[in-house]
T-cell receptor
């Protein structure tokens, strides 16, 4: 079983839609949960991070972590064509040797 | 100028050749990482280093070696390249538990 599971998509939505991206994980020692965005032919860039359980909002983006279910989500409101990218979840923790474990990424296309 | 740079950006090489990928950073971070990215497999950790004297194997270190020449420089070597090492390679740095900064990537093709 992989440490982090993520549906690869692809996901295609109309402009203005609400997008939901999800990951599940198996290691309860993870403490930090991140979402990265990767545009084509670019390196990933950090979008949001959350420590432990809870919600975090940043503009049109909301990250949720449910440690009891080992499930994290990223919501994008009022999606824009510029949001078209691959979104990767990532996790780490002190007790996991501070290594980062990534999902395979979900490809998102927002259609104007 | 970019905070994390990688050279070369693209490389085609033949089976059995030795190749080195280089990474430099100006962020002043102690932690540096090498990943490879393959379609359907995501990012997988090859090696990581938490300071100049610290080198650790990641998930897929076989066939690779690294050198941390200075705080700002971390090189990845393929001693004898093979076709299944064809991939996109990323260097990353980190100063915290949660935030990594990635370079632009090196696209390596082994024929």
């Amino acid at each position: 079983q992989k440490e982090v599971e993520q549906d690869p998509g692809p996901l295609s939505v109309p402009e203005g839609a609400i997008v939901s991206l999800n990951c599940t994980y198996s290691n309860s020692a993870f403490q930090y949960f991140m979402w990265y965005r990767q545009y084509s032919r670019k390196g990933p860039e950090l979008l949001m991070y959350t420590y432990s359980s809870g919600n975090k909002e940043d503009g049109r983006f909301t990250a949720q972590v449910d440690k009891s279910s080992k499930y994290i989500s990223l919501f994008i409101r009022d999606s824009q064509p510029s949001d078209s990218a691959t979104y990767l979840c990532a996790m780490t923790g002190v007790w996991t040797g501070n290594q980062f474990y990534f999902g395979t990424g979900t490809s998102l296309t927002v259609i104007p | 100028d970019a905070d994390v740079t990688q050279t070369p950006r693209n490389r085609i090489t033949k089976t059995g050749k030795r190749i080195m990928l280089e990474c430099s950073q100006t962020k002043g971070h102690d932690r540096m990482y090498w990943y490879r990215q393959d379609p359907g497999l995501g990012l997988r950790l090859i090696y990581y280093s938490f300071d100049v004297k610290d080198i650790n194997k990641g998930e897929i270190s076989d066939g690779y070696s690294v050198s941390r020449q200075a705080q700002a420089k971390f090189s990845l070597s393929l001693e004898s390249a093979i076709p299944n090492q064809t991939a996109l390679y990323f260097c990353a740095t980190s100063d915290h538990n949660y935030e990594q900064y990635f370079g632009p990537g090196t696209r390596l093709t082994v024929t």
